[in-house]
C-alpha cells in the first residue's frame, strides 16, 4: 500500500470535483479504476467514463465547491478523506465530505461524497429578517427581482424591477408607472408572482400574493422615498404608483 500515492490521487480527485477543470480531471483520470463505484446522497454512479465525467465540467454544485476550502488528503484507517468548508449559501451544504477507497493497485475503487446542509428551513407567518434583506439590497446586489402579472390583454408579462421593497411583516411595494403596464394591469387581474435569484449564494425566494394600487397620498410618499434614486428617475412622483402586494405565499 503506497500512501503517498493514494494521497496524491485523492487530492487529484477531489481538485477535479471542486473545480471541473477538464485538466484536473484528466490528471485525476489515471487514478481511477475501471470499476470504481461513486456514492453521491442516494444515487451511485458505475465505472471509470461515467465517474470521471462527474468531476469534470460544470454540475449543480460546482460554482459552491469552488468557493470552497478544500483540505489536503488525510489518512482515516484504510481509508483516504478530503474534508471541506463550503461558503456561507442559500440552499448548498455547509461542508463536503470524501471517503476514498483503493485497490490492491492504489487506484481509487470506491468514493462516497457527502452533502451536509446546515440551512434550516423556517416556518413563520412574517417575512424572516434575511428575506427582507436579500429583497430590499437586490438592485444594489445587482439582482433585481423578476416580476409577473397578467396584463390587460390576457397574457403573461415579465420585467426586472428595482424598486421591489418590503412594506411591513407581509407585502411588499413596487413603484410602478400608473394608468399603464402594471398598475393598469392588476385592476383585472391583481395575481403575481416574483422572483429573487443569487447564483453565487445559492439563494431562491419565490413570492405570489395580490397586489393592489394605493393612492393614499402617505402611502404613496412613504414607497416613493423608499425607492432607489435610479428608480425614482424613471418613474418621477408625478408618473408613478404605489403598488402593495399582499404575499399569500413565499418559498
Known amino acids: 500500500m503506497a500512501i503517498k500515492e493514494r494521497l496524491a490521487a485523492a487530492d487529484a480527485y477531489a481538485k477535479a470535483l471542486a473545480t471541473g477543470d477538464k485538466g484536473a480531471a484528466q490528471t485525476a483520470s489515471q487514478y481511477i479504476a475501471q470499476d470504481i463505484v461513486s456514492t453521491v446522497g442516494n444515487r451511485t454512479f458505475e465505472g471509470h467514463d461515467e ?11 460546482t460554482p459552491v465547491y469552488r468557493n470552497g476550502t478544500w483540505e489536503a488528503a488525510k489518512e ?9 468548508t463550503m461558503k456561507p449559501v442559500g440552499a448548498g ?6 471517503t476514498f477507497s483503493f485497490n490492491d493497485s492504489d487506484q481509487i475503487n470506491k468514493v462516497n461524497l457527502e452533502n451536509i ?9 412574517v417575512l424572516p429578517d434575511f428575506i427582507s434583506s436579500r429583497i430590499n439590497n437586490a438592485l444594489a446586489n445587482d439582482t433585481p427581482l423578476s416580476v409577473s402579472y397578467v396584463g390587460k390583454d390576457g397574457r ?3 420585467s426586472l424591477r428595482g424598486s421591489v421593497r418590503t412594506y411591513g411583516d407581509h407585502a411588499l411595494s413596487i413603484w410602478a408607472r400608473k394608468d399603464s403596464g402594471l398598475a393598469e394591469s392588476i385592476s383585472t387581474n391583481p395575481n403575481m408572482s416574483l422572483l429573487f435569484r ?9 413570492l405570489q400574493g395580490k397586489a393592489r394600487v394605493d393612492a393614499d397620498p402617505a402611502i404613496r410618499k412613504q414607497i416613493f422615498d423608499e425607492s432607489p434614486e435610479v428608480e425614482q428617475n424613471h418613474e418621477s412622483w408625478e408618473s408613478g404608483a ?4 399582499d404575499l399569500e405565499q413565499v418559498d
Do not use: F, H, M
Open 242 to 245: 404605489a403598488v402593495i402586494i
Open 198 to 206: 443569487d447564483n453565487p449564494t445559492r439563494s431562491t425566494i419565490i
Open 156 to 158: 403573461p408579462k415579465l
Open 76 to 84: 482515516a484507517g484504510s481509508d483516504i478523506v478530503v474534508n471541506a
Open 117 to 125: 446542509v446546515k440551512t434550516q428551513l423556517v416556518e413563520t407567518d
Open 93 to 98: 451544504p455547509a461542508y463536503v465530505n470524501v
Open 51 to 61: 465517474v470521471l465525467s462527474r468531476i469534470t465540467g460544470v454540475w449543480p454544485q
